[in-house]
């Protein structure tokens, strides 16, 4: 007998709840690592009828004209954002983020669908009037068909609605799959949409293992195109699999953004940004400024406010009031990341604050983790070459900009990275020579849905937010129309 508050049916499908076949796997919380939930797995076949639902919705949601589909698609985000008190304390239950972070990540959620809705409304194409005498070209696109998403658990509602707003604008319908340990944020979010009107099956959501509804949803061969993001090396496995069939795919994997201050910095603005660039999310963010060089000449100044800023966060529960961070997601990743540190202080690094779980006996049964400095570990300590994905940061002095650039390129990843001088020259030389795919000028590293977002090396594949987000969600063709 299950001693968990509430089981959920575990997959939401062509507008209505469906009940998993699949074993159950419970929702942890973070903050006392109790269980308070459990979640039928999706097996292959419940994600079948997922996208045999969204399959057969697809063609009567692509042959709305764009801007109804918008229309839709606004007046479901409305409905959704009309919960937002509750469906935020139920992600923080299932994440752990504070309750603040909660509120601003699923108002995010609601901003990038409201901004792929007001693009419905000015979508253009291209055309040649006179491709030979009296021929004129145009570029048609189409939607792809039915999209898989897979998403992890740091930030359920935005990485979804990242691919969900371009994706259903377009023309598409999706089969969504949450990470297996955040599924219910996700099925209430859904839920909700069709609440709100969007009809049934144009967004469908499946939940359990990646290694089952996952493998499922990437291997289906009715789903046209995968949007995954995640770690790097199963966003390796998907794209070898959507090999098969030259599936479409886009990847929005690991990063290990490094940030530059040079010694004309505004030194005291450039360590808040480290120290809310790190420790935001309790560090489980893909943008996350998980390497910092600093010059030599400001070195000390810059580390001992960012140790400083870093030993003063109010560590505790997300629900708690005051909490500035909450606790590691997993147990599993608050190990990953306290054997990264050890490794690096092990191999010559300073550790300067934190490299434990607090010692509040409030906190002993959750998955807490101190903000952690350590400065100097070796370039090839696993802090150094490996993404540290929770609240430890490195930094590194560094001689001049040539050698903080080549430590910053010297990495398999090229996600974000960020630059702190008052020299325009400095700034524009570091934007151009860095391998990465946003770099952030003396600004916090915030995303915006104006601008394209995608890794470059082994971060990613394609691109989210902007314009440039439609151009993975459908197939053009060019047209010729003939002069006779
Ligand atoms: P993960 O790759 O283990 O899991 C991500 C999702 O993929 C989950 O839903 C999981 O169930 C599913 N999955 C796992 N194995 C699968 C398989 N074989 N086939 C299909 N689906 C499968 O990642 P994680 O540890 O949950 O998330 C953290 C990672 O995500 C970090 O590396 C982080 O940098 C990255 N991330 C990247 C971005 C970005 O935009 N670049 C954003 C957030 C997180």
């Known amino acids: 007998m299950s001693t968990v508050e509430t089981t959920y049916a575990g997959s939401f499908i062509a507008g209505a709840q469906h009940r998993n076949a699949g074993d159950p796997l419970e929702v942890v919380n973070p903050a006392d690592g109790r269980p308070f939930a459990e979640v039928a797995t999706a097996t292959e076949a419940d994600v079948d009828a997922a996208v045999q639902a969204a399959h057969q919705a697809q063609h009567t949601w692509s042959e709305l004209a764009v801007s109804k589909r918008g229309e839709i698609l606004g007046r479901a985000a409305h409905h959704v954002e009309e919960h937002l008190d509750e469906l935020i304390p139920l992600l923080t239950r299932e994440q752990g983020k504070t309750l603040r972070d909660s509120r601003i990540e699923i108002a995010k959620a609601i901003d990038t669908l409201m901004h792929y809705v007001g693009l419905s409304k000015s979508l253009r194409g291209a055309h040649t009037p006179n491709l030979d005498p009296g021929v004129e070209g145009y570029v048609l696109r189409r939607p792809i068909g039915v999209v898989g998403a897979i998403v992890p658990w740091n930030f359920p509602t935005t990485l979804l609605c990242n691919k969900l707003a371009p994706a259903l604008v377009a023309g598409n319908t999706v089969v969504a799959k949450p990470a297996a340990t955040t599924p219910l944020t996700t099925l209430r979010f859904a839920e909700l949409l069709a609440e709100g009107g969007l009809p049934e099956g144009v967004f469908n959501v499946v939940t359990g293992r990646g290694s089952v509804a996952g493998e499922a949803l990437v291997t289906h061969p009715l789903v046209r195109k995968i949007a995954f993001t995640g770690s790097t090396p199963v966003g390796e496995r998907i794209m070898a699999q959507c090999a098969h069939g030259v599936k479409r795919v886009t990847l929005e994997l690991g990063g290990s953004d490094p940030m530059i201050i040079c010694d004309d910095a505004d030194l005291a603005a450039a360590a808040s940004a480290a ?26 100044e810059v ?115 960020s630059v702190w001088t008052r020299d325009l020259a400095r700034a524009r030389e570091a934007a151009r020579r860095i391998e990465a795919g946003y770099t952030w000028i003396n600004s916090r590293t915030k995303v915006y849905d104006e601008l394209p977002f995608g890794g470059w090396k082994s971060s990613g594949y394609g691109k989210e937010h902007g314009e440039e987000a439609f151009d993975f969600y459908t197939e053009t063709k060019s047209v010729v129309l003939g002069a006779s």
């Open 303 to 417: 580390i001992q406010s960012i140790a400083a800023k870093a030993s003063r966060l109010k560590v505790g529960r997300g629900d708690a009031g005051g909490t500035q961070m909450g606790p590691m997601h997993t147990n599993a990743q608050r190990s990953e990341v306290a054997g990264q540190v050890s490794q690096s202080v092990g191999a010559g690094g300073e550790l300067l604050t934190g490299g434990t779980a607090p010692d509040d006996p409030e906190l002993t049964d959750g998955f807490f983790y101190s903000p952690t400095v350590v400065v100097d570990p070796p370039h090839d300590s696993a802090m150094a070459t490996e993404e540290v994905f929770g609240p430890a940061l490195p930094i590194w002095r560094v001689a001049d900009l040539d050698e903080a650039i080549a430590r910053a390129n010297a990495s398999q990843f090229g996600l974000g990275s």
């Open 275 to 300: 120290s809310m660039g790190r420790f935001y999310n309790c560090g489980q963010a893909c943008l996350a400024i998980k390497r910092v060089y600093v010059f030599e000449s400001v070195a000390d």
